[in-house]
């Protein structure tokens, strides 16, 4: 389909713009943004896109004011969004969190479902004191219990291997139950119910896959992502990455790459959307991008 596969390219691309980087400067983070009950007729892609751009400034600005980001902490990710059913609603953890945002699982009924609007983002924590210092401004920004979860890479793999892994599980588009939450192990149920798995893919396709990339890594010609606002317009969506794409269209893509991770990703549900970037210090640019930071991690 048009754009996915430059899509694909421009995620593994942009977690490579990272590989340079020492691998304990390195964390994954996964921040909840929201969560809400809905019904499978609810039109809220508007909302979603505002919740969105919202989150891509609060992100910068939090990062800008605790650090350095000029030179310094660089991140590239993705908005995901979960469903949860009513039967597979976790742990006590989650209980809290949804009770903390004003969620009532009590009041959940089998037609409705729980939307989780999350995102996925690798961390170059350069311009920061620590780790932990980058993950205590992310929890006073999103306070919350479990809220805000961190891990590190996975020791026994490379820098390079670690993303490319990432890159590769973000793209999969499983429209499956899972019954995973913030640190345990993914275990995938049943398929989504078609009319739920079609309402999914109608909101991804509403607010657009260049929407839900969350990024500050440059391009060569000096610009990010499409910038962030709180009400961002469709014209911010490039045309490679059509904003009206068919839910058959994305199924198809997404069926062809639901593949299955090995054990030591199996516990990590990561959705990570990066930009196409090389190091100036190579001779020939690898897809015609370069990095912001042009001196050695």
Same mark, same amino acid.
């Given at each position: 389909m048009e754009g996915l596969v430059e899509w694909r390219e421009q995620i593994d691309a942009g977690m490579q713009c990272l590989s340079r980087s020492p691998s304990d400067r390195l964390i994954f983070v996964?921040? %909840?943004?929201?969560?809400?009950?809905?019904?499978?007729?609810?039109?809220?892609? !508007?909302?979603?896109?505002? %919740?969105?751009?919202?989150?891509?400034?609060?992100?910068?600005?939090?990062? $800008? /004011?605790?650090?350095?980001?000029?030179?310094?902490?660089?991140?590239?990710?993705?908005?995901?969004?979960?469903?949860?059913?009513?039967?597979?609603?976790?742990?006590?953890?989650?209980?809290?969190?949804?009770? $903390?945002?004003?969620?009532?699982?009590?009041?959940?009924?089998?037609?409705?479902?729980?939307? !989780?609007?999350?995102?996925? %983002?690798?961390?170059?924590?350069?311009?920061?004191? @620590? @780790? @932990?210092?980058?993950? /205590? $401004?992310?929890?006073?920004?999103?306070?919350?219990?479990?809220?805000? !979860? @961190?891990?590190?890479?996975?020791?026994?793999k490379t820098v390079r291997e670690n993303l490319e892994r990432l890159a590769s599980y973000c793209t999969k588009f499983r429209m499956r139950y899972s019954q995973s939450w913030l640190g345990t192990r993914t275990e995938y149920g049943q398929n989504f119910e078609p009319e739920w798995r079609d309402a999914l893919m109608r909101l991804i396709s509403s607010v657009g896959l260049e929407a839900m990339t969350v990024s500050n890594v440059l391009s060569r010609a000096g610009h990010t992502v499409p910038k962030c606002t709180r009400h961002p317009p469709e014209a911010t969506v490039p045309q490679r990455f059509p904003s009206g794409l068919a839910v058959s269209q994305l199924m198809m893509v997404g069926e062809a790459h639901d593949t299955t991770v090995n054990d030591t990703m199996q516990n990590v549900h990561y959705t990570i959307v990066g930009r196409m970037c090389t190091d100036k210090r190579r001779s020939t640019p690898q897809h015609n991008f370069t990095r912001r930071d042009h001196s050695a991690p």
């Open positions: 996964t921040p %909840i943004i929201d969560i809400r009950i809905v019904d499978v007729h609810d039109d809220i892609a !508007v909302e979603m896109r505002e %919740i969105v751009g919202g989150f891509k400034l609060d992100l910068r600005h939090c990062l $800008a /004011s605790t650090g350095r980001i000029k030179r310094g902490t660089r991140w590239t990710g993705a908005i995901e969004w979960d469903l949860l059913h009513p039967n597979l609603l976790g742990g006590r953890r989650k209980r809290e969190l949804a009770e $903390a945002l004003g969620v009532d699982f009590d009041a959940l009924t089998l037609k409705q479902r729980v939307l !989780v609007t999350h995102a996925h %983002i690798v961390v170059d924590t350069r311009g920061h004191r @620590s @780790s @932990s210092a980058v993950m /205590s $401004a992310l929890a006073r920004q999103w306070p919350g219990p479990y809220r805000v !979860v @961190s891990r590190a890479l996975h020791a026994d």
